[in-house]
């Protein structure tokens, strides 16, 4: 059974343009969610997270939203760059330690 | 700065035989992760080592896996017999402590294993 989902694979954006990525969760006693982004041959890198007594956090181009009563969660890079292409994964705590990964959404930037 | 790696970094061996995957962390992080990553899926959580304590092993899939750390530093994922479902890319991840806010996991770029 799959705690998170990510019901997209893949996801094409012309540059400067806003890229969408959204991800499920079931568990409502999910309280901290996370995304990472892979590049190809390497490991996932850490790119935002958000606690659920937010809704929004916010790093420079990236922001992710949370909607706790949908289940919900989605990155948003605005303006979208080539070197953003890769895959998303978002991530969501489970207990004090263990992480629940979704299946990832590629991203590619056209120039 | 030394990130995590992770040796060797593509590995291809027969069906049935056993295969050792290492990982070094970052020194000082006492946290240590060990994920699979099959084709076309997320992340799977094998185990977790945390200092002195006893490791987390419930997410290994089977008896044929298993996993040392040694010294709370280096560590060995072992498969016994292993067979073409094993085949995956296997990462390493570490941190200062478990999780939260301010514990971010750092991974290694994995081992890419292939079962003939």
Partial sequence: ?111 | GAGVSQSPSNKVTEKGKDVELRCDPISGHTALYWYRQSLGQGLEFLIYFQGNSAPDKSGLPSDRFSAERTGGSVSTLTIQRTQQEDSAVYLCASSLAGAGLYNEQFFGPGTRLTVL
């Fill in chain 1, 1 to 111: 059974d799959q705690q998170v989902k990510q019901n997209s694979p893949s996801l094409s954006v012309q540059e400067g343009r806003i890229s969408i990525l959204n991800c499920d969760y079931t568990n409502s006693m999910f309280d901290y969610f996370l995304w990472y982004k892979k590049y190809p041959a390497e490991g996932p890198t850490f790119l935002i997270s958000i606690s659920s007594i937010k809704d929004k956090n916010e790093d420079g181009r990236f922001t992710v939203f949370l909607n706790k009563s949908a289940k919900h969660l989605s990155l948003h890079i605005v303006p979208s760059q080539p070197g953003d292409s890769a895959v998303y994964f978002c991530a969501a705590l489970s207990g004090t330690y263990k992480y629940i990964f979704g299946t990832g959404t590629r991203l590619k930037v056209l120039a």
